[in-house]
């Protein structure tokens, strides 16, 4: 049986949060445990130097998400888990990419052209101000990340369907010309995971700085918690589950039988405080085991960068025959040994 190629990467440029955990990490890690796929999972760091010009952020970031994958018991033995660096062909495929990829194409980039705006809006006089060429040619990387291993489906967050969409269309562009090399990759959003509300209300994100880490200790965890804004209803006032991030939280968690009685306890009045502390301990009681392995696995960096070699030795062989196809393709051929 063909095996169902599945791959997404996590940008290097922050620690991992809850929303991080519960839209992207937990649901990949489940799909790996399925026997018909095979699994590409990803730190992009090359991607991260586009946001994060600070390079002891760039290299924590990748360690703590490393580390994360790892506590919440990513089997590296049945996936293929690299960081993107350590593959150079996927930078190779990039150009070779690049010079298919029509600038059109990329001035549509929601990213980009949020930018441009912006610059427009603040009446900066330039309207490309602080944009970089990383920034504009972002999907570009982003389609050889996916191309270069002929994932058949990628689970992306809403924001990154576009991206999708361009690395389709640049695979199918080269296809065309070349003859048919890649597969056509779809993005993979699913409706039912939830995006976790943040600390403000808002959604949980790095960009807006309301976000609970996954592993930060007990005592921390407890604060953020007490920190999630709720409303002014007094104990006694029922209230209503629906728009709380509180409840959210408890519910991507929870069992049905668990989300029911909460949902009673909103109906009946709870306190805030009480729902709060009640939400730590529930929280913490799941997270534990899993802290304590991350914070092993911080401790044993050379166990994690052993990990990481293995799998760029992985992927290196997988993405160097389709490299090689591609160049040949295009006319650059291997020089014969004289
Ligand atoms: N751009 C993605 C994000 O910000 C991260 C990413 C980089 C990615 N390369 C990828 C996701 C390839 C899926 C596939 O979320």
């Given at each position: 049986?063909?095996?169902?190629k599945?791959?997404?990467?996590?940008?290097?440029?922050?620690?991992?949060?809850?929303?991080n955990?519960?839209?992207a990490?937990?649901?990949?890690?489940a799909?790996?445990?399925?026997d018909?796929?095979?699994?590409?999972?990803?730190?992009?760091d090359l991607?991260?130097?586009?946001?994060c010009d600070?390079?002891?952020r760039?290299d924590?970031s990748?360690?703590?998400i490393a580390?994360?994958?790892?506590?919440?018991?990513l089997n590296p033995?049945?996936?293929?888990?690299y960081?993107?660096s350590?593959?150079?062909?996927?930078s190779?495929l990039?150009?070779?990419?690049?010079?298919v990829t029509a600038?059109?194409l990329?001035?549509?980039a929601?990213a980009?052209?949020?930018?441009?705006?912006?610059?427009i809006a603040?009446?900066?006089?330039d309207p490309?101000?602080g944009i970089?060429?990383?920034?504009f040619s972002y999907?570009?990387l982003?389609a050889a990340d996916i191309l270069m291993?002929?994932a058949?489906?990628?689970p992306?967050g809403?924001d990154?369907?576009q991206?999708?969409e361009?690395?389709?269309?640049?695979?199918?562009?080269?296809?065309?010309h070349?003859?048919k090399?890649?597969?056509?990759p779809?993005?993979v959003?699913?409706e039912e995971t939830?995006?976790?509300?943040?600390?403000?209300?808002?959604k949980?994100?790095?960009?807006y700085?309301?976000?609970?880490?996954?592993?930060?200790?007990?005592?921390k965890l407890?604060?953020l918690?007490?920190?999630i804004?709720t409303?002014s209803?007094?104990?006694?006032e029922?209230?209503d589950?629906?728009e709380?991030?509180?409840?959210q939280?408890f519910?991507?968690?929870a069992s049905?039988e668990?989300i029911a009685a909460?949902?009673?306890q909103?109906?009946e009045?709870?306190?805030?405080?009480?729902?709060k502390?009640?939400l730590?301990e529930?929280?913490?009681?799941?997270?534990?085991d899993?802290?304590?392995?991350?914070?092993?696995?911080?401790?044993?960096?050379n166990?994690v960068?052993e990990?990481?070699?293995?799998?760029?030795?992985?992927?290196?062989?997988v993405a160097?025959?389709?490299l090689?196809?591609?160049?040949?393709?295009?006319?650059i051929?291997?020089?014969?040994?004289?």
């Open positions: 049986m063909k095996k169902i599945v791959l997404t990467g996590i940008t290097t440029s922050g620690t991992p949060h809850l929303g955990y519960v839209g990490i937990r649901p990949a890690i799909a790996s445990h399925t018909n796929v095979d699994s590409f999972y990803f730190m992009a991607h991260s130097l586009i946001k600070d390079p002891k760039v924590q990748t360690f703590e580390a994360t994958w790892l506590a919440c018991n033995d049945k996936v293929t888990f960081r993107q350590d593959v150079p062909e996927i190779e990039c150009w070779i990419l690049t010079c600038k059109g990329m001035n549509r929601h980009y052209k949020a930018q441009v705006q912006s610059n603040n009446d900066t006089g490309d101000k970089t060429m990383g920034l999907p570009i982003m291993f002929n058949h489906r990628v992306v809403k990154q369907i991206h999708l361009m690395a389709r269309d640049i695979a199918g562009r080269f296809n065309h070349y003859g090399h890649f597969v056509l779809e993005a959003v699913s939830a995006v976790l509300k943040g600390l403000d209300g808002r949980m994100s790095k960009s700085d309301n976000t609970i880490p996954l592993f930060v200790p007990e005592k407890r604060k918690i007490m920190k804004k409303n209803l007094e104990p006694g029922p209230k589950p629906e709380c991030a509180l409840f939280i519910a991507a968690f049905k668990e909460k949902h009673n909103y109906a009045g709870a306190g805030w405080g009480v729902l502390q009640e730590f529930f929280l913490n009681e799941h997270l534990k899993y802290r304590n392995q991350y914070e092993r696995l911080m401790q044993d960096i166990y960068q990990v990481l070699q293995k799998g760029a030795e992985k992927a290196r062989s160097q025959p389709l090689n196809e591609v160049k040949r393709a295009v006319g051929r291997p020089l014969l040994k004289v």
